[in-house]
């Protein structure tokens, strides 16, 4: 089984950037694609971005798109997302996620991180 493992969360002022990480271990974890998730208090957990495991084809949700990049470093089997001109709507706790399936397909994401928490002041 693969596990996941968050970090880079933190605090930032609104139009500021964070990146964060996540850290797959686990014999096979390199050939799981990789998303990123967020969920606000009260509000349905929205797919942010996920990245192909083979050929590094990506999904960004309109709501972040030229502003968050996902990428992956298959060497250490790390995902990214970096964060730009963030906004005080993108504060919430962020989850890394791992699947065997298609990579741009929410529902097909099973292995979950802790969370991070991004915060954004004004």
């Known amino acids: 089984q693969v596990q996941l493992a968050e970090s880079g969360g933190g605090l930032v002022q609104a139009g500021g950037s964070l990146r964060l990480s996540c850290a797959a271990s686990?014999?096979?974890?390199?050939?799981?694609?990789m998303g990123w998730f967020r969920q606000a208090p009260g509000k349905e957990r929205e797919f942010v971005s996920g990245i192909n495991w083979s050929d590094g084809k990506t999904y960004v949700a309109d709501s972040v798109k030229d502003r968050f990049t996902i990428s992956r470093d298959n060497a250490v089997n790390t995902v990214y997302l970096q964060m730009n001109s963030l906004r005080l709507a993108d504060a919430t706790v962020y989850y890394c996620?791992?699947?065997?399936?298609?990579?741009?397909?929410?529902?097909?994401?099973?292995?979950w991180g802790q969370g991070t928490q991004v915060t954004v002041s004004s």
């Open positions: 996620a791992a699947t065997r399936g298609s990579y741009d397909s929410p529902v097909n994401y099973h292995v």
């Open positions: 686990g014999r096979t974890s390199s050939t799981y694609s």
